[in-house]
């Protein structure tokens, strides 16, 4: 069976620079509904910024962004959330003088859905013993939880993870991998960018391996950390 | 359930619209000055107007007075040609002003201090364009508009409370409806709002927009209460200066904090500053340097930081 024709989401030949850096080189893969898919490579390697194009923080300078069989590039990102495409940040960006509550509240009416439950997301997220303290109190992990929140109140097709792993404990990554692959399980496509291999290796098949702005490696894990290139792109030549 | 946390939601604004109609009926029986009352509902509406801006979307126009001016003008010209009904002319003020920040609305693309500064430089522009000599004939240039045709004390009075009742209303409304919950979200992170599936540039421009327009209607009770002035008179950039001090004396972001700050200011203002403006200045000087120091969150920040919450 193709994953061409049952992805949700497309980029193929997609460039992105700033200035003369150039960030996104020729990048291209896809992503179909309830699949989980890794995006990893070495600091400054363009995971963040494949995320920003897809979330259309950016729009791609060249290449092609579909989201089910839709040409997105040109659409903002309030747009996009509608449609179904969502993120959680590397670094947190949470409403800081909202409660809890609110923050995912103001997600919850995105789009036509209007029935989102955000009691069960607060206990997905185990911050519904939080839910009335200001966003702003919170640590930078519970923050960015709270980012994951607001991005599942929209309902969301496609769910984009930026770091959400680093400086948690092996029990609370535990809980994160339960979450994400329950979210797979229910249909939403996830990409999930972590440093934490271990922990990727646990939820994903296939993962995609950036270096330099180019597409590395596309395949399962194992088979990356035996690729020369990879290993050269991770610990230098 | 659904009716009654409606009720529980409405309640405070009502309340604020109830005060400010029973103050502004009864106050000029007892204390005869209604001019004076008419120029402290005048400052209330400009720093309410320019409160739903700043305060609930972090936009802060330094040149706020042009669209007060551009009601004004547009009102009077109105009246003079278009043979309409008073209060018909001044809705066309309104409209005029909303116009006014429809050309401007890019504008919202810049921010922080830029958007400030080219809000004045907009401002002054509208100023040296309609006190022009050369379209003295159309604007009365350096000299004004006349429309004493139409003066009225009485009901412009009446309009003005209006006006102000409408200004508080959209404050209540921002306050408490999901529109200001969005509007909130936006203040504090365009890019998670955006996120969260907001039209972040649309409900901003609504927001300009609105502010816009009570300044505009302001702006043309204020002519039609005058009913002869000079440009100067509705384009003074003190009127900016006012509304935005008044409007951080008694806080941002709340209904009644804008209402307090006008209040006590301009009364402190009338009491002293026409007569002695020095000392006014001094006094006015010593508060902007005190609010900034110790309470930049206004004076309504004294409940809020003891958890009182405030509307
Ligand atoms: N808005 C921007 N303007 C200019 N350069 C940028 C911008 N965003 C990212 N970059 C540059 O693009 C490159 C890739 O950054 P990106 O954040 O995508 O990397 P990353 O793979 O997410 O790295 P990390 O693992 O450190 O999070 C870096 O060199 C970064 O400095
Ligand atoms: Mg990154």
Not at chain 1, 128 to 142: I, R
Not at chain 1, 156 to 172: F, Q, S, T
Not at chain 2, 186 to 209: C, F, H, N
Request: glycine share 10%; net charge neutral.
């Amino acid at each position: 069976m193709s994953s061409e024709a049952q992805a949700l989401l497309r980029l193929s030949g997609v460039r992105k620079h700033f200035g003369g850096l150039v960030v996104l080189n020729d990048v291209g893969f896809s992503v179909a509904p309830g699949e989980i898919v890794g995006l990893v490579g070495p600091n400054g390697s363009g995971k963040t910024t494949a995320i920003n194009v897809i979330s259309g923080l950016f729009r791609a300078d060249a290449g092609l962004v579909s989201f089910a069989g839709q040409d997105i590039n040109r659409l903002p990102m309030f747009r996009r959330a509608q449609l179904g495409i969502n993120r959680s940040f590397q670094v947190p960006k949470v409403f800081r003088d909202m409660t809890v509550r609110e923050n995912i509240e103001v997600a919850a009416h995105c789009g036509s859905k209007r029935n989102t439950d955000v009691d069960a997301i607060l206990d997905d997220l185990d911050l519904a013993a939080l839910a009335e303290k200001p966003a702003g109190s919170l640590t930078v992990n519970q923050q960015k939880l709270l980012d994951l929140g607001r991005a599942l109140a929209t309902g969301p097709k496609l769910l984009l993870v930026d770091e959400i792993g680093a400086g948690l404990n092996p029990a609370e990554l535990n809980g994160i991998a339960a979450l994400l692959q329950n979210l797979a399980a229910r249909g939403i496509a996830l990409i999930v960018v972590e440093h934490l291999l271990d922990f990727l290796n646990r939820i994903t098949a296939r993962v995609i391996v950036l270096g330099a702005g180019r597409m590395l490696f596309e395949g399962s894990l194992d088979a990356a950390s035996r690729d020369p290139e990879v290993v050269a792109a991770f610990f230098g030549s | 359930m659904p009716d009654d946390s409606l009720l529980h939601k409405l309640r405070p604004g009502a309340l604020v619209l109830a005060l400010l109609a029973a103050g502004f009926l009864l106050l000029p029986h007892m204390y005869g000055n209604q001019s004076l009352l008419f120029t402290l509902m005048t400052f209330i509406v400009l720093t309410q107007g320019l409160n739903l801006l700043y305060g609930f979307t972090g936009y802060l126009p330094f040149g706020y007075v042009g669209f007060f001016g551009c009601g004004a003008y547009a009102t009077s010209l109105l009246v003079l040609h278009a043979h309409l009904p008073v209060l018909a002319c001044v809705a066309g003020g309104g409209l005029a002003a909303v116009l006014m920040a429809l050309v401007l609305g890019p504008l919202l693309r810049l921010s922080g201090a830029y958007f400030s500064i080219a809000s004045l430089a907009a401002s002054q522009i509208l100023y040296f364009v309609v006190s022009n000599t050369n379209l003295a004939d159309i604007t009365g240039g350096p000299y004004g508009l006349k429309i004493e045709r139409v003066f009225a004390p009485d009901a412009s009075y009446l309009a003005m409370l209006a006006v102000l009742l409408l200004t508080s209303g959209l404050a209540a409304y921002f306050r408490s409806s999901r529109f200001g919950m969005e509007l909130r979200a936006m203040k504090q992170d365009p890019t998670s709002a955006a996120m969260a599936g907001i039209d972040v540039v649309r409900e901003r421009l609504i927001v300009w927009l609105v502010s816009a327009l009570v300044a505009g209607l302001a702006g043309g009770v204020y002519a039609w209460n005058l009913s002869v002035f000079y440009p100067d008179a509705v384009f003074t950039l003190q009127i900016s200066v006012f509304a935005i001090v008044f409007a951080l004396f008694g806080g941002v972001g709340t209904v009644i904090g804008p209402i307090v700050g006008a209040a006590v200011l301009y009364t402190l203002y009338s009491a002293i500053g026409i007569s002695s403006p020095q000392y006014f200045q001094l006094i006015y000087g010593a508060l902007i340097v005190l609010l900034v120091l110790f309470l930049p969150g206004g004076i309504l920040s004294l409940f809020t930081r003891r958890g009182i919450r405030v509307f």
